[in-house]
T-cell receptor, first 117, second 114 residues
Framework: AQTVTQSQPEMSVQEAETVTLSCTYD???????LFWYKQPPSRQMILVIR??????QNATENRFSVNFQKAAKSFSLKISDSQLGDTAMYFC??????????????FGTGTRLQVTL | GAGVSQSPSNKVTEKGKDVELRCDPI?????LYWYRQSLGQGLEFLIY????????KSGLPSDRFSAERTGGSVSTLTIQRTQQEDSAVYLC????????????FGPGTRLTVL
């Protein structure tokens, strides 16, 4: 079974600064996908960024980028130029790829990010 | 277009009662997922429907939990004889197909069992 670990329950960053959220995972699969989701107080889960395991290049989406280390099974999220609207819970998630029925997501326990003035 | 909708937004019930939670996926999405988010926890997979295939029920925590999806669209998650430990936010998601397509989430139903 896959597991996803987020070791930082809470993080704080000042506006305009950069913050990195950590995530590690455990799997015996070779094909899979990794995701970071944002959950603001509204409870709406929003996809921030995704990474296909077969791609060596780290994914980027505007101010969000990842550091994907496949051998170390590490998938950290970097938020640059933090904004107040980035305040939310951030969840790392894993999904197997190219399998029969397993497209469910396995989530970590989340990191609560607070952006301050 | 419209996103995933869920109803009710909040549900308070007494221990031992049955509850039904509803999910309306995005039109045209063939895959539908239910997750549970307990306080301070990540999302826990419950059940997954894909087209006409048999659902993956591997995440249902007990036989008090069941779900159906009628006509390949709307889904209902039923919890019988609710217990206090069932209190959580129940999130539904849908996706276009079982490939690498994004799962779009609804706003969830917060269930409180007194």
């Amino acid at each position: 079974a896959q597991t996803v670990t987020q070791s930082q329950p809470e993080m704080s960053v000042q506006e305009a600064e950069t913050v990195t959220l950590s995530c590690t995972y455990d799997t015996s699969e070779n094909n899979y996908y990794l995701f970071w989701y944002k959950q603001p107080p509204s409870r709406q889960m929003i996809l921030v960024i995704r990474q296909e395991a077969y791609k060596q290049q780290n994914a980027t989406e505007n101010r969000f980028s990842v550091n994907f280390q496949k051998a170390a099974k590490s998938f950290s999220l970097k938020i640059s130029d933090s904004q107040l609207g980035d305040t939310a819970m951030y969840f790392c998630a894993f999904r197997e790829g190219n399998t029969g029925t397993a497209s469910k997501l396995t989530f970590g326990t989340g990191t609560r990010l607070q952006v301050t003035l | 277009g419209a996103g995933v909708s869920q109803s009710p937004s909040n549900k308070v019930t007494e221990k031992g009662k049955d509850v039904e939670l509803r999910c309306d996926p995005i039109s045209g999405h063939t895959a539908l997922y239910w997750y549970r988010q307990s306080l301070g926890q990540g999302l826990e997979f419950l059940i997954y429907f894909q087209g006409n295939s048999a659902p993956d029920k591997s995440g249902l925590p007990s036989d008090r939990f069941s779900a159906e999806r009628t006509g390949g669209s709307v889904s209902t998650l039923t919890i019988q004889r609710t217990q206090q430990e069932d209190s959580a936010v129940y999130l539904c998601a849908s996706s276009k197909q079982r490939g690498n397509n994004e799962q779009f989430f609804g706003p969830g139903t917060r269930l409180t069992v007194l």
